[in-house]
């Protein structure tokens, strides 16, 4: 069996940082998402915990992936080839590419998009970028 490190004293401090109590759960969930895995489902997170908290449930994973989305952690996201929210530890402002072979996400970074909205009726707080296609070039960071 593998062992998972719940005593990372950067992911104890990280969540205190973000007045998040940091529960032995709560520490294997931040570990899965914003150590390894990008663009987790609660599902994903689940299926990766599951040899390590047998009983951990969905709704414990989802209210974790949502207290930790609510503290700024965490960045949801739902995509249209998918009926599951994404949970993204890249915060910062970027679009994403979807591979329609893989299904596989990436991130792209806004200064690589090119794109205006020309409406001054209009005041944006936030834009979330897809692009679909297929991948001809492995350099993207995937997630």
Request: a positive charge.
């Amino acid at each position: 069996m593998k062992h998972l490190s719940l005593k990372s004293p950067s992911l104890k401090e990280k969540l205190l940082e973000h007045s998040i109590r940091p529960t032995a759960q709560r520490l294997a969930i931040a570990d899965f998402v914003l150590q390894k895995g990008r663009h987790s489902t609660a599902e994903m997170v689940q299926e990766h915990l599951k040899k390590f908290f047998p009983h951990i449930s969905l709704a414990t994973i989802y209210n974790t992936l949502n207290l930790f989305s609510k503290k700024g952690l965490l960045k949801e996201y739902r995509f249209p080839h998918s009926g599951h929210v994404f949970f993204d530890n890249n915060t910062q402002p970027h679009a994403h590419f979807l591979d329609e072979n893989s299904q596989e996400i990436y991130d792209v970074p806004m200064e690589k998009v090119n794109i205006s909205l020309k409406n001054d009726s209009f005041e944006i707080q936030d834009v979330e970028v897809l692009f679909k296609g297929t991948l001809t070039n492995k350099g993207g960071q995937s997630g």
